[in-house]
Each structure stands twice: as C-alpha cells, then as structure tokens.
C-alpha cells in the first residue's frame, strides 16, 4: 500500500503536536516512521490518513467566549436528544467546572470539555470525536448511547489525577484515560494522545448497541482503535505497543486457549493476567480486520448473542475452521509475523 502526494501533509499533520492540538492516534515515536512513509510513496487509489481534517471553528455560547458549542442540529438525534436537550446538559455542565479554564463543546452524542485552550477542545471535539464516531457508526453501531455522555479532556497529567478526585472522586488506575458508565463520562489525560479516547469511545456505543457483551469483545475492539487511522473511508486498526508483550507470551508458551479467553466473565478477565487478556482479544481482532471478517463476525454475533453469549461458535464459524486448536496456532504465526512498522495492505471487504 502506497500514498498519493497529495495525502502526505494529512498524514504528516497527525504527528505535529502544536499544529495538531497534541492528539496523536499515533504514538510519538512513530513521527520518524511516517516520514519514512511519505517519502518514499506512489500513488495509489488507497489512502490512509490517521486523523480527519477539522471543521471551521464555531460561535461562542455567551459573551464571555468560554464556552462553545459546536455541530448541534435542532434535530432530534437517533436517541432523541434535541439541541434544547443538550443547551440544558450544557448549563447543568457548567455549574460545576472545576475553572474559567475549562471549554463546553458540543459534539453529538457527546459533550466535550476541555482545559487546554478553546482551539485544541474543539479540534479533539471534530478531529477525534466526531472522526471516529461517524467511522464506528458506519461499520458497527446503528444506535448512539441512550444518555448524553461528557468527555472530559485534562490537559496534562497533574489536571487528569487532581479533577478526576475533585470531580468525580476517582484515583484513576491508568495515565491515560478511563471510560466510567456511573459518572456518564470518559475522562482522559489527553496529554498522552488521541488514542485512548477513541479505544474509551467504543465502550458506550457497545453499551448501547450490544447488550451483554461479553469483556473479550468490548476490550478488544476498543484496543483495536487505540491506535487506529481512516482507509477507504472506515476505521483501521494498526499494530501497537501491546504486540511485543503477546509475541512474548506465545514465544513462552501456555497462552490462553480462545474457547477459554471468550467464556471468561469481566472479574477473570480484568484481574486475571489482564494484560495479555487485552492484546489476545486486541490481536484476534486485528486478524478478523486484516481478513476482511471483522466487520461480519460484528453483525453475526450481535445477532447470534442469545445463543452464543461468548461469540466462540460465532467466531467458528466466520473463519471457517473446523479444528479451533489448529487455528490458534495459525493465529500465533501471524502474530508472531507482525512488527510494531505499521504496514499498509488493501483490506479485504
């Protein structure tokens, strides 16, 4: 997979902090890597870009120009939720900002705030939120979460800890960011890049629209998309940081059956060896992806879940493989096969 000329500034700008409000779906130490990618391109009628390009900016709510609201139509979404539905979140929303600092961006089904500067919020609001959300809608997800959410976006890691426990009374587990369901919020340290959101951002449109998914298929889809880019007009997965420590796992033997993984219920799944629970689930997924088969194995499950709560008969059957041992081991090669260099291949469909 090559690049057209003209994609290479698209391409480029996901690694630019200042120029790109700091949101990477792509890690830092892959900038060198892009460039290695641009350089060196044709064309091609495939393009691949890791972020989407942002909207003009949008008029403040109030004269005193904190708060902005973007990308409200007065119609009623899916769900039902109207622009006076989301003017009264937003006033409800602002009574209770930590600071002035603090920016309200409206972008439906969600509602952003943002400490980092009126320009960065809503650029993460149309670049990251709105880009993934219509990619994920127009693969998976026909319904949007049936509660306006907030996405809570602090701008460096010492604003992340301090208003998660002031606001929200969290002593957050991870640097990056957390999706919470009592608080109706994901709440993130936007600092550390694009990704985690996008990963946070499937886990209320899979609330919405799969019920009962079992914690392999939640977490594994999200992790898919923590570092993830635009291709032929859908969401694309790329390998990351989880691979080195699977191919570590496999090479040491002993890796969790999948009949096994996908029956575990979410306190075996997020307690036990929970790290290598995610990139197995993570890179189960990439293989459906890279086969053309996730997208299909998404919708037969959903509609097979009654009968097949942990999607292993599901996933059977989608590969065609009669012998679900033998396929682990195919499975292993590939991952073993795979470099953290992303590398773009047409996508079968």
Avoid at 12 to 33: D, G, I, N, S, Y
Avoid at 125 to 148: H, M
Avoid at 203 to 217: L, Q, T
Wanted: glycine content about 6%.
């Amino acid at each position: 997979m090559s690049f057209e000329p003209a994609s290479k500034s698209t391409l480029l700008a996901a690694w630019k902090p200042e120029r790109r409000m700091k949101k990477r779906l792509w890690p830092t130490h892959l900038f060198l890597l892009a460039l290695s990618l641009a350089a060196g391109c044709a064309s091609s009628s495939h393009v691949a870009r890791a972020v989407a390009h942002p909207a003009s900016r949008t008029p403040s709510v109030n004269s005193n120009d904190a708060f902005v609201v973007a990308n409200v139509n007065s119609a009623a979404t899916p769900d039902g939720f109207t622009e006076a539905d989301f003017a009264r979140h937003v006033a409800l929303l602002k009574r209770k900002l930590p600071s002035r600092e603090f920016v309200v961006v409206v972008e439906p089904p969600f509602v952003v705030v943002g400490d980092g500067g009126r320009r960065a919020v809503e650029e993460h609001a149309r670049g990251t939120v709105k880009w993934a959300v219509d990619l994920l809608k127009r693969d998976y997800f026909t319904k949007d979460p049936s509660e306006i959410l907030d996405i809570w976006l602090f701008k460096d890691a010492a604003s992340y800890r301090a208003n998660a426990r002031r606001l929200f009374g969290d002593d957050p587990s991870t640097p990056y960011g957390y999706y919470s369901a009592a608080h109706k919020a994901l709440i993130m340290n936007i600092e550390t890049g694009g990704g985690t959101l996008v990963h946070e951002i499937v886990h209320p449109f899979m609330e919405a629209n799969f019920p009962g998914v079992p914690a392999w298929f939640n977490e594994g889809m999200g992790s898919l998309y923590e570092q993830c880019g635009e291709q032929d007009g859908h969401i694309r997965g790329f390998t990351n940081w989880r691979l080195p420590g699977l191919q570590q796992a496999i090479r040491r033997g002993g890796l969790t059956p999948f009949k096994t993984l996908l029956a575990m219920d979410d306190r075996t799944f997020y307690n036990e060896d929970k790290g290598t629970n995610y990139s197995q689930s993570r890179y189960l997924c990439y293989y459906l992806q890279e086969r053309g088969l996730l997208v299909p194995f998404y919708r037969e499950f959903l509609a097979n879940r009654a009968t097949d709560p942990t999607g292993f008969d599901t996933l059977q059957k989608v590969l065609a493989e009669p012998d679900m041992d033998a396929f682990q081991k195919k499975w292993q090669d590939f991952v073993l096969g795979l470099s953290e260099e992303i590398r773009l291949t047409p996508l079968s469909r």
